[in-house]
């Protein structure tokens, strides 16, 4: 080893060990924490890095005492256990490069061999849930390939017309003479519009190559415009009442349908008045985590005052800020999707009841997130009056497909008419 490599190594430890002292202010309980906040950067279970692969290395030590002592701090084992030629030679085969002394004590080094020995099994690949599923709203394939043969087929078509129309025009124009000059050489003199038309004629392959890419561009630009108008997802405000749904949908099992119930009824799920607030905040004026503070606010906005007991003050309604917002040409019913289609808030929305303040966008609500729902949703049409007959119709527009079950697609979901005014 030379000065500069020893130096750079040196300087490298030092720098490693800073980083990795940093990265111990905040200890890990578990082995597999600890691993991945200290150790997985360098190392993998079942595969080289920048150190070997970890699987099995209790077996290639002589001791789990040596095991540790090497892990805490691999240079000072090295200097103290010259006799050990196995951990000589593995640093010499890693061409000494210095594995950083970690501060991390004896349980801790246990806790990760631990998990190094036993790493949890990887999670059973689900089944397929059946049912309603939020699709990512990025799968759009199926879309661009038709589009690309609706392009194409009018790319066809419109050639084709250009070679009629032009045969037609410069017929027109110079007589029969010049029609059958046409692909050949022409010196007739003719204006631009014509000689762009011929030319277009004769080089039928490079203008539809470029309108296949001006086009493509296009689209694309109108696309990701399209897709891409007013995403929220994530999109959480702060409000003026600090409103917990993990405390109320959550911790206390209140039914969501309880304060938003015209969820049910009819378009909008609405925000709850203060009035169905106050059914239990009359009561409870204390809160585990805010105290006083955000509850009295409620009382402010009722004219409540917990004093007396009674609603002796002018109350003024609580401005909560609006999270979901669909852009107005966008027709969106709760009641059909809740009650109809029997769809669970949470899928549409996450698990809001682990949702602590403030409450957050989940879904992105683009028009590719309502599509994919309405292409891979099955329509639940059992015991369902208003389907009876509409289901009887699909079975047998669908006969000889023998399809008994059908998407929102199927029944007209994708039409841009359902969902724009
Ligand atoms: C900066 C990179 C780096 C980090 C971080 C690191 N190691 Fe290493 N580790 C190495 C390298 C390199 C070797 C190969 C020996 C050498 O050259 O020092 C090694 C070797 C080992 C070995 C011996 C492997 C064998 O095949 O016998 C064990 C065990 C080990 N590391 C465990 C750990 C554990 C546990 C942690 C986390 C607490 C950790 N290492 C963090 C780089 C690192
Ligand atoms: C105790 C009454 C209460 C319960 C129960 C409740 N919510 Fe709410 N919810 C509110 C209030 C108040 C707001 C407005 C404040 C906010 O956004 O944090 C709100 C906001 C929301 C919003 C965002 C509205 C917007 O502005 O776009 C959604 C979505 C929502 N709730 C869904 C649910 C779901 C799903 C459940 C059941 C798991 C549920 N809520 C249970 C009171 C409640
Ligand atoms: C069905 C009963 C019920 C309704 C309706 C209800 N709450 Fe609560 N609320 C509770 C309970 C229970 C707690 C927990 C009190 C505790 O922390 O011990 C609570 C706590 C709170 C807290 C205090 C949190 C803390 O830890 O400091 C606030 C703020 C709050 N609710 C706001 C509201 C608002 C705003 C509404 C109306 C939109 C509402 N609640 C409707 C039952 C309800
Ligand atoms: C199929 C998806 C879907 C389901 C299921 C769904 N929502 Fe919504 N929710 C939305 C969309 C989309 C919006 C935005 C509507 C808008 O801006 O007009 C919304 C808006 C809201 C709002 C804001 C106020 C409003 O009506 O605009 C609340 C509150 C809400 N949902 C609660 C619920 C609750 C509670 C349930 C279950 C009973 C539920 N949602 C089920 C998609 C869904
Ligand atoms: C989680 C899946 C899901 C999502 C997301 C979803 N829908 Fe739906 N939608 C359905 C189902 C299921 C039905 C069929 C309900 C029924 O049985 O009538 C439906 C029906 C509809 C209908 C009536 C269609 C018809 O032919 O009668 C409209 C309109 C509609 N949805 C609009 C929307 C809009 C707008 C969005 C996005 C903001 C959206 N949906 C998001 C599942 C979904
Ligand atoms: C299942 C419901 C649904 C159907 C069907 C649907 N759309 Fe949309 N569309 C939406 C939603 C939701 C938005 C708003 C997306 C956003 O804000 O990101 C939207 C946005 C748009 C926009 C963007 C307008 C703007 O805000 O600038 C255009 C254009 C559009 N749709 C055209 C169409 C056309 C054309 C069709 C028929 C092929 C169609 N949509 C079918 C739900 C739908």
């Known amino acids: 080893m030379n000065r500069t490599t020893r130096y750079s190594g040196w300087l490298h430890a030092l720098v490693l060990t ?19 906040a200290n150790c997985a950067s360098c190392h ?18 002589e001791s789990e005492e040596a095991l540790i002592a090497w892990i805490q701090n691999s240079q000072q084992y090295l200097a103290d256990h010259p006799e050990d030629s196995y951990a000589a030679d593995l ?25 190094i020995a036993n790493p949890p099994a990887p999670p059973e690949p689900k089944d397929p849930v059946p049912g309603p599923e939020v699709a990512s709203g990025k799968d759009y394939t199926m879309f661009w390939l038709l589009g690309f043969l609706v392009i194409f087929l009018v790319i066809i078509k419109v050639l084709m017309d250009v ?18 000059a046409a692909g050949e050489e022409v010196d007739f003199d003719l204006t631009g519009k014509e000689k762009l038309a011929l030319w277009m004629n004769n080089n039928k392959v490079a203008v539809m190559l470029l309108m296949v890419v001006v086009l493509v561009g296009v689209l694309n630009v109108a696309w990701e415009g399209l897709i891409g108008v007013g995403v929220y997802d994530g999109y959480a405000p702060t409000q003026p ?11 206390n099992g209140i039914n969501c349908v309880y304060c938003h119930s015209s969820a049910e009824k009819g378009k909008h799920s609405g925000i709850p008045s203060v009035n ?16 006083t503070e955000e509850i009295s606010k409620i009382y402010e906005a009722a004219g409540f005052n ?43 929305h996450g698990e809001v009841e682990t949702f602590d303040y403030p409450m957050h966008q989940h879904a992105e609500l683009t028009m590719g997130w309502c599509i994919n729902c309405h292409r891979e949703t099955e329509v639940k049409m059992g015991g369902n009056d208003y389907y009876d007959k509409i289901h009887a119709e699909l079975v047998e527009k669908y006969k000889d497909q023998g399809l008994e079950k059908f998407t929102v697609s199927q029944i007209g979901g994708l039409e841009c008419g359902k969902c724009h005014y």
Not at 103 to 110: A, C, D, F, G, R
Not at 169 to 178: F, T
Not at 331 to 343: A, D, P
């Open 276 to 291: 169905v607030c106050m059914n239990c905040h009359k009561g409870i004026n204390e809160g585990s985590r805010w105290g």
């Open 44 to 61: 993998k279970l079942d595969k080289k890095v920048v150190g070997p692969a970890l699987a099995g290395v209790q077996d290639r030590w």
């Open 241 to 251: 009442i600090k409103f917990s749904h993990q405390i109320h949908a959550g911790d």
């Open 18 to 36: 800073f980083f990795v002292t940093l990265s111990f202010s905040s200890i890990a309980q578990d082995g597999e924490k600890l691993f991945r």
């Open 306 to 348: 917990p004093e007396t007991g009674s609603y002796d003050k002018p109350g003024k309604p609580i401005k909560w800020v609006r999270i979901h917002n669909l852009p107005d040409h966008v027709y969106f019913n709760h009641s059909q999707h809740v009650v109809v289609g029997e769809i669970e808030c949470q899928t549409c």
């Open 163 to 180: 070679k009629t129309s032009v045969k037609r025009l410069l017929y027109d124009i110079k007589g029969e003479e010049v029609y059958r």
């Open 91 to 115: 640093f010499a085969e890693y061409n000494n490069s210095i594995m950083p002394a970690m501060p991390i004590s004896n349980e801790e080094v246990k806790a990760i061999l631990g998990y």
